[in-house]
Structures are given as C-alpha cells and as structure tokens.
C-alpha cells in the first residue's frame, strides 16, 4: 500500500491537533500528531474523498438533517439514552462510588449499534445503494446487519472462514437480519484478513456501495467518524453524572479494542484535565512476544505495540522487527486486533490517556465478580475494564465511570470453557457443566 492523496503526508506538524479544542481533534485532516492520516491504494482514493465530503456536511454541518435523524433512530430503534447506574456493591466494595454506563442496554448489546446506525444512515444520505462490513467476533456484523434490515439496505458481511466456525449464533444473526456472509479465506481467516478483503470490494463497488468500519481505525475520516457517532456515550454520561452527584467523575475506564467504546466514553470530557482517563488492553495470557512465531498472545497495541502503518492508518501496531504485524490473542475475540485507533495512539503519547494491559485471568475474574455482585453479565471485553477496577483500584479516585460496552450473552460458551481452565475464587462450582449431571 502506498500513501496517496492530498491531506496525507509523512511529516509531523508540531502545532497541529494539541491547540485545538478536544471535539476537534483530527476532524480538519485526519491527522493526530504523527498518527492517522490515509494510506490507501489510488483506487480507493475518490471513495475516500467522497465519504470526507459527506461526513463534513452531513455528520459535521447536520446538512438536511442528518444529525437529527440519527439522534431520532437512536433513541427510537437503539433504546437511547442508557442509563448511568450507581454499582452499590462495588461501590461499598472499594471504597469509593462506582458508576456503570450501561451501554450493554443498548440495542443488539452493545455500544456496536451507534457506529453501525450512524454509518448506515449515512450511506442513504449519500445516496448509496448496498452496504458492506468486516466483522470479527461477528459484534459489529451484527450490529451493522441490524442497522441495514431497519434503513432497508442490502448488506454483504466479511467474515473469515475461522471466525464463522467459531462465531456460529452470530453469522445466524446477521442472515436472520437479511444479511450475506460471504467467508474469506485468505491468511488466518480471522479480522484482519476480513478488513482487507472488504476494502477491495469497495475500491470497486465505491459507486454505489458504502463500506461500515467497525472501530475507530482506518483512513481517515473513518477514525473521526466513528468517533463522532459514539460520542454520545461521554455526552449523556457527562450530562447523568453531573444530574446525580453535581460533578465530574475523577476517573472514566474502558476497555480498548480497536478503541471506539474508549473514545465514545472518553471524548467529551478530554478538555477536563480532572478527569483521568484509563484504556484497559487485553494483556492476553503474557505481555511476551514470540518473533520467531510472529505471535503476541495478547492485544496490548497501546501498552507494547510500535509505529506503523495498517488499515490505512498509521499508529501502534503489534509487530516484530521487520515490521510484520503478528497474530494477537486474547480470551475476548472483540479485542483481538494487532492495531489500535490513532486518536488513542495520540492520546497514550500525550500523557492525556494512561494504557493498562489487563490479563485473561484477571478479566475472567472480573467477569465473574461483575455477574455475581451487581447482577450484569458482561462481555469478556468489558470484563477487562473490572479486572482492572480490581487490581488497581488504589489509582482510582472516589467517583469513577466505567463503560459497560457489551452484554455478556454471546460469551457464554467461552466463559463456561475458559472458566473450567482456570481454579477461579470468584467462579460457579463448573461440574454441572462439565461432567454432567
Ligand atoms: C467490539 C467490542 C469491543 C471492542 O471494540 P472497541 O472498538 O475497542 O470498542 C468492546 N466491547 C464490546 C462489548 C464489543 O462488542
């Protein structure tokens, strides 16, 4: 891939996006600090204009309305607002007030829904006629399958061939939905082949077709973008918490993918210098990397990860010395990708956002302990966020937000597997499970 196109260059420009108020950020050129920017193949270049146009007058000017439709479909189809919870026996747990923002009410069960509904919406402004997206786990295939069965497009969903194997109730869902799951099976078959695999369709459909990226990542303006549609998230828990306790939270915690629940929970309250933000990784089982394998068995991008470009972007990638991107793991499928959005990349350098790797043990800890104390099940990505809560709990201060990105339903085989791995304090006696009645 090279880097084509006008707003793309190689060079750093100090006064860039620091001086510019947090909402801003990027928005003008994609550009954060030395990361994001677009490196794409010339062929994808008028897809990528065309969308950059569409995004100012649409999702930035509200042209025809746009922003108001999708603040309306939201609320209507997506269950909007979700509600901020004080977490009581966390709460009394540790010894300060725990705050959840329960975005795993949200439609679908998960904050999927509000990139997914945005972009789709979108799509018919602009006057597109099919819709297609990569899916992982199969969360945002899902969610992006929903939004098109509700706005009326037909949907075509790349998935690779391992992920479909492993990610069989989903792919019911999307087809259920009216969608297409067409199986890739290039490379690993899993995301990363997926992403490539859609962005050559659309360098040759862009015409009548719009591509829905799952996360913050990409070229921009999808990081922006993104952003943009889930910054809801931090704009109602701004307004929640400020109702209920007449402040700011002192510390908001999220787990971090590709990023776009972090950022959605993060981005209205960056300019508040109070207000300490933690992006919890998947520190898989080990933060050591075997080169020789091209294998890092965790997701930690932010914590471990180095300068590089992937997906159109430049930003923390896993990879090795020469420069290959390396096979990622963790226990959550929704966090096992080697890159990670620019604008948290930009943050991490900047001092503003504090990276933490949390491992599957502690996750599936944490999974545990937010089921069994406040009656949530969560994904075993946002269980991450709790394992956090709970070893660090003294870098906390007494009134923290942490993001419930998703419900726990789809990780139930998962967790009953994992679980029984593991000698757990806080785990169900399993032998129901495993040896049977
Ligand atoms: C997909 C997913 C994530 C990770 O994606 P981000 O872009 O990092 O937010 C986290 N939690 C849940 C529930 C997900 O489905």
């Known amino acids: 891939m090279s880097e084509t196109g006008s707003t793309t260059s190689e060079t750093t420009d100090a006064t860039d996006t620091t001086t510019r108020p947090g909402r801003r950020r990027g928005r003008d050129d994609g550009k954060f600090g030395r990361y994001g920017g677009q ?63 329960r975005e795993d009410l949200l439609h679908g069960g998960a904050h999927k829904l509000n990139n997914a509904l945005g972009q789709v919406l979108l799509a018919k402004y602009m006057g597109k006629e099919r819709i297609v997206a990569e899916t992982g786990a199969g969360q945002h295939g899902t969610a992006t399958a ?35 799951v067409t199986p890739v099976t290039a490379g690993r078959g899993t995301l990363k082949e997926a992403i490539s695999e859609t962005m050559r369709d659309w360098a040759t459909t862009v015409e009548n077709t719009h591509y829905v990226i799952g996360s913050i990542v ?20 701004r307004r929640q918490i400020r109702e209920q306790t007449g402040g700011l939270p002192t510390d908001v915690v999220a787990c971090a993918g590709g990023g776009s629940n972090t950022m959605g929970a993060f981005t209205a309250f960056v300019d508040d210098e109070s207000v300490a933000l933690h992006a919890i990784e998947a520190g898989g089982s080990t933060l050591e990397v075997d080169e ?11 914590f471990t990860g180095d300068e590089g470009v992937l997906h159109g972007a430049r930003t923390k990638l896993l990879q090795d010395s020469d420069g290959q991107i390396m096979e990622s793991h963790s226990v959550s499928s929704g966090l096992d990708y080697a890159g990670v959005g620019p604008e948290l990349a930009y943050l991490v350098d900047e001092g503003r ?24 099940i969560p994904a075993l990505e946002t269980a991450h966020a709790f394992g956090y809560l709970e070893d660090h709990t003294e870098s906390l201060g007494d009134r923290v937000v942490v993001n419930v990105s998703g419900r ?21 006696d399993m032998s129901m499970f495993t040896e049977g009645i």
Do not use: W
């Open 218 to 237: 990409g070229p921009h303006p999808f990081p922006v973008m993104v952003r943009d549609f889930h910054a809801v998230i931090s704009e109602e828990t």
């Open 39 to 101: 490196y794409v193949p010339e062929a994808l270049m008028p897809a990528i204009e065309e969308l950059t146009d569409a995004y100012e007058r649409y999702v930035l000017n509200n042209e025809d309305g746009f922003m108001d439709e999708f603040r309306e479909r939201l609320a209507d189809f997506g269950g909007r607002p979700t509600p901020l919870q004080r977490a009581d026996r966390l709460s009394e747990r540790y010894g300060r007030d725990i705050y959840l923002k």
């Open 408 to 428: 726990g339903d789809k990780d139930l085989d998962a967790a009953i597997e994992e679980t029984d791995k593991r000698d757990l304090d806080n785990a169900p």
């Open 146 to 180: 929903m939004a098109a069965a509700h706005l009326d497009m037909p949907c075509e969903i790349y998935m690779g061939e391992r992920d479909i194997n492993r990610q069989r109730p989903n792919v019911f869902r999307m087809k259920l939905n009216g969608s297409e």
């Open 353 to 376: 956002v504090t990276p933490v790797a949390v491992d599957d043990d502690a996750a599936l800890e944490g999974f545990h302990r937010l089921s069994n104390t406040e009656g949530i």
């Open 292 to 302: 020789e394998a091209g294998v890092a068995p965790n997701s930690a991008s932010l």
